[in-house]
């Protein structure tokens, strides 16, 4: 992955993406993430649009346009992923932890301490509640008198607070973290067969090449894109 200063590049976009994905911890990377992602995003904006003005029906513009989306679409999932685990590990910091802050950017740090005032205060709701129940003013006439010594019936032991272990958080923020994105990638896929010689261009996450005959499995809308154009047809694959 590119270093911090760095323009970010498809492919690290994708990288963050896959170390977020496989682990419910948050991954270390660069400490411009937010900033770096958001140069990625408004220059894939600017060339589809220089090329929309220049030439709009070329496939040149359509693959611009899906990176473009598919760009958006990544960046999206990486933010809410690591959102997630950054309000899982508040939630954990209120109870004691204070694992994986180094691994935070300067944004996220400021969401992390946001949240974990939040949580510390609600935590001690109950504690306030009860000491509010314990408190007790004497009367006056009881104090001016010599406290008696309690008999034996009547000796009460000191309550002994046990502290209940942390609880790890569970529920749909673990559930968002498994999501499958290999299989939603593969059900977008055609197979086509090229029927004359295009020019290159690129598509949302390779640059294509292609030569009359040669088949490629390629994201639908691309593909269409061609297949509308009469510059490639459609393979049916039979089991």
């Keep these: 992955?590119?270093?911090?200063?760095?323009?970010?590049?498809?492919?690290?976009?994708?990288?963050?993406y896959r170390m977020e994905k496989k682990s419910t911890s948050l991954a270390e990377t660069r400490k411009d993430l937010y900033a770096a992602i958001s140069r990625l995003l408004e220059g894939t904006q600017r060339d589809y649009e220089r090329q929309l003005v220049s030439d709009p029906d070329s496939i040149i513009t359509d693959g611009l346009n899906e990176r473009r989306r598919r760009l958006m679409d990544y960046s999206q999932r990486i933010v809410d992923l690591r959102m997630n685990k950054i309000l899982i590990m508040?939630?954990?910091?209120?109870?004691?932890?204070?694992?994986?802050?180094?691994?935070?950017?300067?944004?996220?740090?400021?969401?992390?301490?946001?949240?974990?005032?939040?949580?510390?205060?609600?935590?001690s709701l109950a504690k306030t509640e009860r000491r509010r129940r314990e408190v007790r003013i004497p009367d006056i006439l009881e104090v001016a008198k010599p406290p008696e010594e309690p008999t034996p019936e009547r000796r009460v032991?000191?309550?002994?607070?046990?502290?209940?272990?942390?609880?790890?958080?569970?529920?749909?923020?673990?559930?968002?973290?498994?999501?499958?994105?290999?299989?939603?990638?593969?059900?977008?896929?055609?197979?086509?067969?090229?029927?004359?010689?295009?020019?290159?261009?690129?598509?949302?996450?390779?640059?294509?090449d292609l030569r009359k005959e040669e088949v490629v499995r390629m994201p639908r809308s691309l593909a269409m894109a061609l297949v509308n154009r009469g510059k490639a047809k459609v393979l049916e694959v039979r089991q």
């Design 90 to 123: 508040a939630l954990r910091g209120a109870m004691g932890s204070d694992g994986g802050l180094d691994k935070l950017t300067a944004e996220e740090r400021e969401l992390y301490d946001s949240v974990l005032a939040d949580c510390r205060q609600h935590r």
């Design 157 to 208: 032991e000191p309550e002994v607070e046990h502290e209940e272990p942390p609880v790890e958080p569970e529920g749909p923020l673990e559930e968002i973290l498994q999501e499958n994105m290999a299989q939603e990638e593969r059900s977008d896929l055609l197979l086509i067969r090229v029927l004359e010689d295009l020019p290159p261009f690129s598509g949302a996450d390779r640059d294509y």
């Design 1 to 16: 992955m590119s270093p911090s200063g760095d323009e970010m590049t498809f492919d690290d976009l994708t990288t963050v």
